[in-house]
């Protein structure tokens, strides 16, 4: 198994609170991905970063904000949670173009 | 933009009989294409991956996919089903060039005894 974990594995939180999800890898791969899995969607990417300190936006980045400043940690953060954020979250990692990605274990966040 | 369909969200077999999973893209190029599985309560695995060599892929537990850029497809295929099947698969596709995958909206496998 690719060297992922994801920290809290569960967590609640109340509307209007911040929270911050980490993603820690021991693989040195260079692209790291925060997606959200809701039934009915999919995976549906959050944000992605392609080196240390260089992230993009993917198609449901609102609310969302993420940080990388070591190769091995990418951070999540909701800024002020709303029930709309209540998912699973997960982490990926690639080596880089043409490769797949290896997946966290998930986190799953509860906004009540 | 890229975009992926799996036909079926649900899809019950027995066991023993043959599995088909059905994803077709959208892409004016080859892509790459991926089948993912997921376990309840689990991270995506890879079960296998096209990368523009052989058109028949095939990759782990006994699943093989067929690439047929005439059709936009890539379905996943096994001859018989096992318990241990039963899971969601998720299609994806990426663009060469592209770091992003889309993903399909995946299909859950039931099995029959």
């Known amino acids: 198994d690719a060297g992922i974990t994801q920290s809290p594995r569960h967590k609640v939180t109340e509307t209007g609170t911040p929270v911050t999800l980490r993603c820690h890898q021991t693989?040195?791969?260079?692209?790291m991905y925060w997606y959200r899995q809701d039934p009915g969607h999919g995976l549906r990417l959050i944000h992605y970063?392609?080196?240390?300190?260089?992230?993009d936006k993917g198609e449901v980045s609102d609310g969302y904000s993420v940080s990388r400043s070591k190769t091995e940690d990418f951070l999540l953060t909701l800024e002020s949670a709303t029930s709309s954020q209540t998912s699973v979250y997960f982490c990926?990692?690639?080596?880089?173009?043409?490769?797949?990605?290896?997946f966290g274990p998930g986190t799953r966040l509860t906004v009540t | 933009a890229q975009s992926v369909t799996q036909l079926g969200s649900h899809v019950s077999v027995s066991e023993g009989a043959l599995v088909l999973l059905r994803c077709n893209y959208s892409?004016?190029?080859?892509?790459?294409l991926f089948w993912y599985v997921q376990y309840p309560n689990q991270g995506l695995q890879l079960l296998l991956k096209y990368t523009s060599a052989a058109t028949l892929v095939k990759g782990i537990n006994g699943f093989e996919a067929e690439f047929k850029k005439s059709e936009t497809s890539f379905h996943l295929t096994k001859p018989s089903a096992h318990m241990r099947d039963a899971a969601e698969y998720f299609c994806?596709?990426?663009?060469?060039?592209?770091?992003?995958?889309?993903f399909g909206q995946g299909t859950r496998l039931t099995i029959n005894p």
């Open positions: 994806a596709v990426s663009d060469q060039g592209a770091q992003k995958l889309v």
């Open positions: 970063s392609y080196g240390v300190k260089d992230t």
């Open positions: 693989e040195n791969h260079r692209y």
């Open positions: 892409s004016s190029v080859p892509p790459y």
């Open positions: 990926a990692i690639s080596p880089g173009q043409g490769h797949e990605q290896y």
